[in-house]
């Protein structure tokens, strides 16, 4: 079993910040990709941000140069550093892994999910 954990969701102010973090823990030998992914009110969910095991990155064109993926290999964690919040932010957000298991399974997980509200 492969858990996945966010935190630092909250509310901002239009133009503030929120890091949000997901540590990946369980029987893992090893992680490719981990991203982001939000879903709000009424929408499908879409990609954010991807960063795979050697730091190579993506982003949805609607965050690119406000949002930093990143993310601590040793840890198994994943970072998004959200810059220059929208009142279009506000979703709640997803953390994903692709792992192979420590009985060399490859499977995609998910986090819970943590609400971003921007608003002012």
């Known amino acids: 079993q492969v858990q996945l954990v966010e935190s630092g969701g909250g509310l901002a102010q239009p133009g503030g910040f929120l890091r949000l973090s997901c540590a990946a823990s369980?029987?893992?030998?090893?992680?490719?990709?981990m991203g982001w992914y939000r879903q709000a009110p009424g929408k499908q969910r879409e990609l954010v941000a991807v960063i795979t095991s050697g730091g190579s990155t993506n982003y949805a064109d609607s965050v690119k140069g406000r949002f930093t993926i990143s993310r601590d290999n040793a840890k198994n964690t994943v970072y998004l550093q959200m810059n220059s919040l929208k009142p279009e932010d506000t979703a709640v957000y997803y953390c994903s892994a692709h792992v192979l298991t420590t009985t060399l399974r490859n499977d995609n997980y998910w986090g819970q999910g943590t609400q971003v509200t921007v608003s002012s």
């Open positions: 369980g029987s893992i030998f090893s992680i490719n990709a």
